[in-house]
């Protein structure tokens, strides 16, 4: 009887949050769970197309074609957060992503990264609360998290930050590993 109780009280118990609770809206308007990618390594980036950082689009896409037999998948995340700098429609974006810089990872449909109509995913990437692990405001275009196997957050890069430099190399390494 103690054992039966003691089950139901766990089982009351909220699981942790991970990237795995939320759906997103493809750039191509279908409804995608991300518990699609379970079990894969995740680099969320929030990108915009007139950035002085959008060429990073091309390192992002050499990480992916590297990585993603390994069990990588990059997802991009427009967002029109910072000096209007994605202003597009989501065909615009893709158009623009597929003919300037050939990316092939998966882009989701614009939304936003911060402020009062921030995305509940990217309240979840951005806050220890919710995510466990670390606060990390997004400050501009181009902010990157790094995502475990099992969905939760491990770190964050500045948008400053290339996909090229060791630190990040490593820490996704590390977590392919796992």
Known sequence: MKFIAL?????????S?????FKMQS?????????????????????ASKCGLTPQYKDIQALYEKYK?????????????????????DKDIKEFCSSKYDVTFPMFSKISVKGSDQHPLYKYLTSKDENGAIDAKVSW?????????????ITSFGPQTSVTEADVTKAIEAALAQ
């Open 69 to 89: 037999g390994k069990g990588l998948v990059v997802l991009g995340f427009p967002a029109n957060n910072f000096m209007g700098q994605e202003p597009g429609s």
């Open 141 to 153: 275009n181009f902010q990157k998290f790094l995502v475990s196997k099992s969905g939760k957050v």
């Open 7 to 15: 089950f139901i009280l766990l089982s009351m118990v909220p699981t």
């Open 27 to 47: 750039i191509d308007g279908k409804e995608v769970a991300l518990e699609t990618y379970k079990g894969k390594v995740l680099l969320f980036v929030n990108v």
């Open 17 to 21: 949050k991970s990237v795995y609770d």
